[in-house]
């Protein structure tokens, strides 16, 4: 064998060798080009099927410009040339059309519409390019492309995607994400796999994973194949399903209950201190609730305006704030009004009520009749999927932890300090706590500003699920008032049950009855419950009470 010893001829053999390596890439090269013109070129078929096939053909070839053609196609802008066939992708200017090569992705100058032929496209030829399309991104470095791709494949499968969902499967980091991959790969067999075994281990992926989604799709496969093995182990996953689902709808019901529940004992515990120890039927209460959404919208814009990066903050400072705005009204409201009508309901009723039409329209005044927009932080937004399509919201499971704080902090200040003492006392006997040198009167004011200032802690909270609008009061103020008599008047511990126990009979009786018609039911339900204990649940002890 001749050996090469100098550099000349060193280099030499490196030249023919880069020659044929780039000689061999550049030939690949072009024969990809090649067979993706060939493709590209069958969209402008004659026949309709014959383009959903070429659809399936681009999506397939992987090539690198297939989505952006599909793309182009499903608007309406891809053109042949007249003279050659050749594909373009287009934009109109004027009275041209701006042409770019749809194989080489190239600029080709421009042409006048008569020189052009539409490539046509119908409605299944649309739903074709979707589902490519959907197949293309399978695929995507974003997360969320990739779920709407999965999403997208799973409602119109096809055996083309089975080899770009195995890839997308074994890359998926996002645990969510693969769970939907092989669901999606599972609907794929199922539809166009070739032999029983092949549908049969289909069926048992999906019958893992509990979603109504799979739920629709086995029914569908039971109606279709009409009494075969095939229908009967769908038959079999479905009614497992069916068991999974109606367990975690259960759920879902109980954590939409607490949710409620939790709102109504925000509403209503402020108004089981006043009613509780005061004896008032304060029906301003729902417009100290919206005092402080109001409050929070303000701080908001503060933040928004001047601190921007600390918006996150901005509701843990509006808690106080919201606190002692509507405290303040709270004592106003005792010292200018209530404390002249004590031992008159009927007057205090109708007086309150006339205050909250005036706060309304003050309201209205100062921000305007339309609802604002509150937002919420970071760390309130967003939800989890769990399983069988419940979803655990952020912001309605802060607002349950929320108001069980809340409930802590009032049961701390009523066991453990001399004000808490002072309000029991006067609630078990008001004379006899008189007597013994207590200002009942100043215990008066500081309970009414106590429960008013919850009142608008409430509205903190309620500002995050709900309008903020001068009406925000009048949604929860009687639901607020069933909360307090069911639970037992003053008792926290009762407004705490009588709260979850409403709202979670109401959610569970709304999918048979309506909302509507389950909120008379419950209303009814409790006035024959106060005909049968007029005290409510649990009932305060105190010779006051008893007389």
């Known amino acids: 064998m001749a050996r090469i010893a100098t550099l000349p001829g060193r280099l030499a053999a490196l030249g023919v060798l880069l020659t044929v390596v780039l000689g061999g890439a550049l030939s690949a090269h072009a024969e990809d080009a090649r067979d993706f013109d060939a493709l590209v070129a069958g ?46 992708m287009t934009e109109r200017s004027g009275g041209v059309y701006l042409l770019t090569d749809a194989v080489t992705g190239a600029d080709a100058g421009q042409a006048p519409g008569k020189k052009l032929r539409k490539v046509r496209v119908n409605n299944r030829v649309r739903v074709a390019i979707r589902t490519a399309l959907g197949g293309l991104t399978l695929l995507s470095p974003d997360p969320a492309k990739r779920s709407a791709a999965a999403d997208a494949v799973f409602k ?36 166009t796999g070739k032999t029983d075994g092949i549908k049969l281990t289909a069926i048992g992926t999906l019958s893992d994973l509990a979603t109504p989604a799979s739920r629709a799709l086995l029914a569908g496969v039971v109606q279709a194949e009409g009494g075969n093995a095939i229908s009967e182990a769908a038959a079999g996953a479905l009614a497992g399903i069916e068991r999974k689902l109606a367990f975690w709808n259960a759920v879902g019901n109980i954590f939409q209950g607490l949710s409620l529940g939790s709102v109504l004992l925000l509403a209503a515990v402020g108004l089981a201190i006043t009613f509780g120890v005061m004896g008032v039927i304060n029906m301003a209460h729902g417009e100290l609730v919206m005092l402080g959404a109001y409050t929070t919208f303000v701080i908001q814009e503060i933040f928004r305006t001047h601190f921007p990066d600390l918006f996150d903050w901005s509701i843990i400072v509006a808690l106080p704030c919201a606190f002692a705005v509507s405290g303040a009204f709270g004592i106003a409201i005792e010292r200018g009004i209530i404390r002249h ?160 126990t409403l709202g979670i009979v109401n959610k569970f009786l709304e999918p048979f009855a309506g909302a509507v018609l389950a909120k008379i039911l419950v209303l009814v339900v409790i006035i024959l419950f106060i005909q049968k204990r007029p005290r409510g649940l649990f009932a305060l002890k105190g010779r006051a009470v008893e007389n």
């Not at 681009?58 to 003279?83: N, Q």
């Not at 760390?379 to 409930?407: H, K």
């Not at 007597?435 to 509205?459: E, H, Y």
């Open 43 to 88: 969209l402008n078929a004659k026949s309709f099927k014959s383009k959903i096939k070429a659809v399936d053909a681009v999506a397939a070839s992987g090539h690198e410009r297939a989505a952006d053609v599909l793309a182009v196609f499903l608007g309406g802008k891809l053109f042949a040339r007249r003279s050659d066939g050749r594909i373009f």
């Open 156 to 191: 119109s499968p096809n055996a083309g995607f089975l080899p770009t969902l195995e890839a997308a499967i074994a890359r998926e980091t996002v645990e969510k994400i693969k769970i939907k991959l092989i669901m999606t790969r599972a609907a794929v067999q199922l539809k």
């Open 341 to 500: 009508l004590y031992g008159r309901p009927l007057e205090t009723l109708l007086a309150t009520w006339g205050l909250s039409l005036v706060l309304q329209q003050l309201v209205r005044s100062v921000f305007g009749p339309t609802n604002r927009e509150v937002g919420s932080p970071s760390w309130m937004s967003g939800s989890m999927e769990i399983a069988g399509g419940f979803v655990l919201t952020f912001n309605r499971a802060w607002i349950i932890l929320f108001s069980l704080l809340v409930l802590a902090a009032l049961i701390v200040v009523f066991k453990k300090t001399a004000f808490g003492l002072q309000m029991r006392a006067v609630t078990q006997n008001r004379a006899m706590a008189g007597s013994m040198g207590i200002r009942t009167g100043w215990v008066d004011a500081m309970t009414f500003g106590l429960g008013a200032g919850i009142a608008g802690v409430a509205g903190v909270a309620l500002s995050q699920i709900d309008n903020v609008s001068p009406n925000l009061g009048q949604a929860y103020i009687i639901d607020s008032f069933m909360v307090v008599v069911f639970g037992g008047v003053g008792n926290l511990w009762g407004t705490l049950v009588g709260a979850f």
